[in-house]
């Protein structure tokens, strides 16, 4: 019943650990120290009530989706709010008063407040678990936990319910936090460094079991400590080992269950589709010849930033592809374009090849990455799926940031520019031009061969397609390779056209960027994601013309967009489309059965 | 009149399930609703305690209308529902799937706590600690019915409560329920089975279709076998 909670967590963090910060500075003494962390999180704790109460209830019937990608805006949001409140440098809080020491155990020296913290984890689990099993308030969030109707039909609010629930939740996220902070920095970024850390040992752990989870924290922060001394650079690697090999051995974690059937699908009801008719192939044909001819009347700016949206449509159709038709909503797909990106830069910075050569190359970079991670993201469905890929796309991103040997870091890698024939903004729009139609044909053609048919399959019914034969998790890693690759072309070309990679073409505001392109269009057709990405990214261009507070904006407009469109933009959509043709034809018979089995 | 529903028709999506229906239950008596699978019966129940959400119609209970306020509001006045398929909480013991279902007393009706439930049910009083899923079906349904108890209500829906239990089992219950009505309950069951009905029910209604068929005293059901043959399977 706490599932909707994943996203919002890290930001419920993070800003735990600025008010204790801020309240310990203020408040003196040691009952001023541990009072301001409890108060911190008793604030937080309220806050997060309150976005219960004004956000969180509105969209408890949208597809699960739809709710994490609303936390989601809210992180967001929240990590400007936060820069505006408390700046952008890094905050170092006050020691602990009483363990400022350190303790001598087995010749080693280890932090009192270490010790502490080892402590204090167990107690709180233990107080935890008496408050589940020894009030009448833990009773009734178990029994919701298994059938809220009934719940309710005992005559228990469980709108309060769920408030309470959520607000204990954020409690004990903003407690965390706040104790951070005789440990480590205060920063604007460590609200999805924990999330990547709570992912993983969620994952290990097994999906909603407690006993797990604490278990799986240990296992992580040993690697974690362990992994420090002796392989500096790859302790995150080592965590990820790990994970995989926990995985594999047990797909739902240590302590999971295996999760319903019913799962597998986005809850998004996903209408037939046919190939375009031939006047649609037309239209269409007609809509890259005026963007090929604009060239000649747009100036060098304005084309720049039209191979900028050209790029977004190429990396939107390949989330789309793996989304709607697979069924695989990634929270990470950055991850895929920005190791593209990596890709082309290290062909042309460290083997001196030339641009031809990168945009061959380059993608596979995304093939790869997508290989690997995808191996073990079809292992889950659903949210989880989403989760990981997420974390996964940190990883890649960590790496980027901290291997400053071969990326630069926070650097980036410069000087990653077009061949001289292509370097003229109107000669490199009509690349682009060239490839972006090339792929979102590609694709869509993919749609509608064999591999389609049997991913959609896949998608709607997993104990189905496996009786006919399909190999649900084999077919969606394929889809997952295909989208991964894709994503890293569009990356390459983002790299020439910047002449520059970041880790941030990494970062998770590119990956919401693309849920956004999706949702925003439309999901039922590939169209859908073209014309999603072109209104979005133009959009986003302008605003972040006119403000600095990007991600602010940003997560306030995915934050409405859920809202707004609480059965989500699908079922928007479809209502219009009903209502102005009622009688549209069921064409693409074959596609047509296998969606409608379900 | 306990309970008054008049006009009540409900839908699930698209599909119309329920037709004008209408029935009464006056205090302290027991009606027993009767139909054929699917005909409706859980469907009505379901609607009265407002966990269907497409319904439309009167519903007054105590006189208050009820048919546009959430469930928990609904229950806390005293209208308890005992579901058909048990949804006993299978992860909590018999104690604690108690303390779900408890309600302030309410003045003028009888207050249970879960020692007189073990009194009604003696084979739960074995077995406080255990959890609702280690439990046969027969005791699973006097802990759903017990939790229902807890509240307090004034008046109980109980949805086939004989549905799959042993005979002997299915005695022990209709003992039950007239005990709860020895203490001043108001009781609708729903029933396939006419046999258990007759045990304990004053008057009958016979739904059918989604619309009710029937109306009157067990004995003019008796006396009218070709109503029972047309709407009962038997
Ligand atoms: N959740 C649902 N969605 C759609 N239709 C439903 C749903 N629940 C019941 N129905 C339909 O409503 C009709 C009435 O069902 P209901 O469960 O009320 O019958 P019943 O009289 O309780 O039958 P039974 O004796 O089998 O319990 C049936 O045709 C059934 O198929
Ligand atoms: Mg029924």
Redesign the pocket.
């Given at each position: 019943m706490t599932r909707i909670v994943n996203f919002a967590h890290g930001a419920f963090y993070m800003v735990g650990a600025y008010l204790a910060f801020t309240l310990t500075e203020r408040l003196a003494g040691t009952w001023g120290f541990w009072g301001g962390i409890l108060i911190a999180a008793a604030v937080v704790a309220v806050l997060g009530a309150l976005l219960e109460i004004v956000l969180l209830r509105r969209i408890y019937r949208a597809p699960e989706l739809f709710q994490l990608l609303a936390t989601f805006g809210v992180t967001l949001m929240v990590q400007d709010i936060v820069v505006l409140i408390w700046g952008p440098e890094d905050l170092m809080g006050r020691r602990a008063p009483g363990f400022r020491g350190a303790v001598e155990i087995m010749g080693q020296l280890v932090p009192a407040y270490d010790l502490l913290l080892i402590v204090l984890g167990p107690t709180v689990l233990g107080l935890l678990w008496l408050l589940f099993h020894r009030t009448r308030w833990g009773v009734l969030v178990r029994a919701a936990t298994q059938d809220r109707d009934m719940v309710a039909a005992l005559g228990v609010n469980q709108k309060w319910l769920f408030t309470s629930v959520f607000a204990l939740g954020v409690f004990l996220a903003a407690l965390g936090g706040a104790l951070q902070i005789p440990r480590d920095a205060v920063s604007h970024s460590m609200d999805l460094r924990i999330i990547v850390d709570v992912f993983v040992v969620v994952v290990i752990g097994g999906l909603g079991s407690v006993t797990g989870a604490f278990l799986a924290a240990i296992i992580v922060s040993e690697l974690n400590a362990f992994g420090i001394l002796i392989f500096p650079k790859i302790s995150l690697v080592l965590v990820f080992l790990v994970m995989a090999v926990v995985l594999v051995i047990r797909p739902y974690g240590l302590f999971g269950k295996a999760e319903g059937a019913q799962r597998t699908s986005l809850g998004l009801s996903i209408r037939p589709w046919r190939p375009f008719t031939q006047a649609e192939r037309i239209a269409v044909g007609a809509g890259v010849l005026v963007a090929a001819s604009l060239p000649l009347f747009l100036g060098n700016y304005a084309l720049t930033v039209g191979s900028e949206i050209l790029v977004f449509v190429l990396f939107a159709a390949s989330l789309h592809f793996m989304m709607t038709v697979g069924g695989l909503a990634s929270f990470g797909h950055a991850a895929y374009f920005g190791l593209g990106a990596y890709g082309a830069a290290f062909m042309v910075k460290l083997f001196g090849a030339p641009m031809e050569v990168a945009l061959l190359m380059g993608p596979l970079m995304g093939l790869v990455g997508a290989v690997l991670f995808g191996w073990f993201c079809v292992r889950l469905s659903g949210v989880y799926f989403a989760m990981l890929t997420l974390a996964f796309a940190q990883i890649a991103w960590s790496i980027a940031f901290q291997w400053v040997e071969v990326t630069g870091g926070d650097n980036g890698m410069l000087g990653i520019w077009p061949a001289s024939w292509a370097s003229k903004p109107a000669a490199f729009f009509w690349l682009v031009l060239g490839v972006v139609t090339v792929g979102v044909c590609i694709l869509r053609v993919l749609v509608f061969s064999p591999f389609g048919f049997a991913l959609r399959a896949a998608r709607d019914s997993t104990l189905r397609s496996e009786a006919i034969g399909i190999d649900r998790r084999n077919v969606q890693w394929a889809a997952f390779i295909v989208a991964g690759t894709f994503a890293g072309i569009a990356g390459v070309l983002f790299a020439f056209l910047k002449g520059s990679v970041f880790p941030d073409n990494l970062g998770i505001p590119i990956s919401v960027d693309g849920l956004v392109m999706v949702l925003l269009g439309g999901i039922e057709t590939v169209s859908g994601a073209v014309v999603g990405a072109v209104v979005y990214k133009a959009l986003a261009i302008w605003l972040m013309s006119q403000t600095e507070m990007s991600k602010l904006i940003l997560g306030a407009v995915v934050v409405l967009l859920v809202v707004a469109f609480p059965k989500g933009i699908v079922g928007f959509l479809e209502d219009l489309r009903h209502r102005r043709r009622p009688a549209s034809p069921p064409a693409g018979f074959k596609a047509a059965k296998v969606e409608a089995a379900e | 009149m306990k309970l008054e529903v008049s006009g009540l028709n409900s839908h699930?999506?698209p599909?119309h399930?329920l037709f004008d229906v209408a029935f009464e239950v006056g205090a302290g008596e027991v009606v027993a609703l009767l139909?054929?699978?699917?005909?409706?019966?859980?469907?009505?129940f379901r609607s009265v305690v407002g966990l269907v959400s497409q319904r439309e119609g009167q519903i007054r209970f105590d006189g208050t209308d009820i048919s546009r306020m959430p469930t928990y509001d609904i229950v806390r006045r005293g209208l308890g529902y005992v579901p058909?398929d048990r949804r006993i909480f299978t992860e909590l013991t018999v104690e604690e799937n108690f303390s779900v279902g408890l309600q302030p007393p309410r003045p003028g009706v009888a207050t249970w706590t879960p020692e007189r439930i073990y009194q009604l049910f003696p084979n739960l009083g074995e077995m406080r600690k255990r959890p609702g899923g280690q439990m046969s079906g027969g005791e699973q349904q006097m802990l759903t019915i017990g939790r229902t108890l807890m509240g307090n209500p004034s008046l109980v829906l109980l949805?086939?409560p004989s549905e799959g239990l042993a005979p002997k089992i299915v005695e022990q219950m209709a003992d039950a329920i007239l005990a709860m009505r020895k203490e001043g309950l108001s009781i609708v069951i729903?029933e396939?089975n006419l046999h258990f009905a007759k045990l304990i029910s004053d008057r009958a209604y016979i739904?059918e279709k989604?619309r009710m068929r029937f109306s009157g005293t067990m004995a003019e059901l008796e006396a009218n076998p070709e109503i029972r043959d047309a709407y009962l399977a038997v």
């Amino acid at each position: 019943m706490t599932r909707i909670v994943n996203f919002a967590h890290g930001a419920f963090y993070m800003v735990g650990a600025y008010l204790a910060f801020t309240l310990t500075e203020r408040l003196a003494g040691t009952w001023g120290f541990w009072g301001g962390i409890l108060i911190a999180a008793a604030v937080v704790a309220v806050l997060g009530a309150l976005l219960e109460i004004v956000l969180l209830r509105r969209i408890y019937r949208a597809p699960e989706l739809f709710q994490l990608l609303a936390t989601f805006g809210v992180t967001l949001m929240v990590q400007d709010i936060v820069v505006l409140i408390w700046g952008p440098e890094d905050l170092m809080g006050r020691r602990a008063p009483g363990f400022r020491g350190a303790v001598e155990i087995m010749g080693q020296l280890v932090p009192a407040y270490d010790l502490l913290l080892i402590v204090l984890g167990p107690t709180v689990l233990g107080l935890l678990w008496l408050l589940f099993h020894r009030t009448r308030w833990g009773v009734l969030v178990r029994a919701a936990t298994q059938d809220r109707d009934m719940v309710a039909a005992l005559g228990v609010n469980q709108k309060w319910l769920f408030t309470s629930v959520f607000a204990l939740g954020v409690f004990l996220a903003a407690l965390g936090g706040a104790l951070q902070i005789p440990r480590d920095a205060v920063s604007h970024s460590m609200d999805l460094r924990i999330i990547v850390d709570v992912f993983v040992v969620v994952v290990i752990g097994g999906l909603g079991s407690v006993t797990g989870a604490f278990l799986a924290a240990i296992i992580v922060s040993e690697l974690n400590a362990f992994g420090i001394l002796i392989f500096p650079k790859i302790s995150l690697v080592l965590v990820f080992l790990v994970m995989a090999v926990v995985l594999v051995i047990r797909p739902y974690g240590l302590f999971g269950k295996a999760e319903g059937a019913q799962r597998t699908s986005l809850g998004l009801s996903i209408r037939p589709w046919r190939p375009f008719t031939q006047a649609e192939r037309i239209a269409v044909g007609a809509g890259v010849l005026v963007a090929a001819s604009l060239p000649l009347f747009l100036g060098n700016y304005a084309l720049t930033v039209g191979s900028e949206i050209l790029v977004f449509v190429l990396f939107a159709a390949s989330l789309h592809f793996m989304m709607t038709v697979g069924g695989l909503a990634s929270f990470g797909h950055a991850a895929y374009f920005g190791l593209g990106a990596y890709g082309a830069a290290f062909m042309v910075k460290l083997f001196g090849a030339p641009m031809e050569v990168a945009l061959l190359m380059g993608p596979l970079m995304g093939l790869v990455g997508a290989v690997l991670f995808g191996w073990f993201c079809v292992r889950l469905s659903g949210v989880y799926f989403a989760m990981l890929t997420l974390a996964f796309a940190q990883i890649a991103w960590s790496i980027a940031f901290q291997w400053v040997e071969v990326t630069g870091g926070d650097n980036g890698m410069l000087g990653i520019w077009p061949a001289s024939w292509a370097s003229k903004p109107a000669a490199f729009f009509w690349l682009v031009l060239g490839v972006v139609t090339v792929g979102v044909c590609i694709l869509r053609v993919l749609v509608f061969s064999p591999f389609g048919f049997a991913l959609r399959a896949a998608r709607d019914s997993t104990l189905r397609s496996e009786a006919i034969g399909i190999d649900r998790r084999n077919v969606q890693w394929a889809a997952f390779i295909v989208a991964g690759t894709f994503a890293g072309i569009a990356g390459v070309l983002f790299a020439f056209l910047k002449g520059s990679v970041f880790p941030d073409n990494l970062g998770i505001p590119i990956s919401v960027d693309g849920l956004v392109m999706v949702l925003l269009g439309g999901i039922e057709t590939v169209s859908g994601a073209v014309v999603g990405a072109v209104v979005y990214k133009a959009l986003a261009i302008w605003l972040m013309s006119q403000t600095e507070m990007s991600k602010l904006i940003l997560g306030a407009v995915v934050v409405l967009l859920v809202v707004a469109f609480p059965k989500g933009i699908v079922g928007f959509l479809e209502d219009l489309r009903h209502r102005r043709r009622p009688a549209s034809p069921p064409a693409g018979f074959k596609a047509a059965k296998v969606e409608a089995a379900e | 009149m306990k309970l008054e529903v008049s006009g009540l028709n409900s839908h699930y999506g698209p599909a119309h399930i329920l037709f004008d229906v209408a029935f009464e239950v006056g205090a302290g008596e027991v009606v027993a609703l009767l139909g054929r699978n699917g005909a409706g019966k859980s469907t009505t129940f379901r609607s009265v305690v407002g966990l269907v959400s497409q319904r439309e119609g009167q519903i007054r209970f105590d006189g208050t209308d009820i048919s546009r306020m959430p469930t928990y509001d609904i229950v806390r006045r005293g209208l308890g529902y005992v579901p058909e398929d048990r949804r006993i909480f299978t992860e909590l013991t018999v104690e604690e799937n108690f303390s779900v279902g408890l309600q302030p007393p309410r003045p003028g009706v009888a207050t249970w706590t879960p020692e007189r439930i073990y009194q009604l049910f003696p084979n739960l009083g074995e077995m406080r600690k255990r959890p609702g899923g280690q439990m046969s079906g027969g005791e699973q349904q006097m802990l759903t019915i017990g939790r229902t108890l807890m509240g307090n209500p004034s008046l109980v829906l109980l949805d086939e409560p004989s549905e799959g239990l042993a005979p002997k089992i299915v005695e022990q219950m209709a003992d039950a329920i007239l005990a709860m009505r020895k203490e001043g309950l108001s009781i609708v069951i729903s029933e396939q089975n006419l046999h258990f009905a007759k045990l304990i029910s004053d008057r009958a209604y016979i739904i059918e279709k989604g619309r009710m068929r029937f109306s009157g005293t067990m004995a003019e059901l008796e006396a009218n076998p070709e109503i029972r043959d047309a709407y009962l399977a038997v």
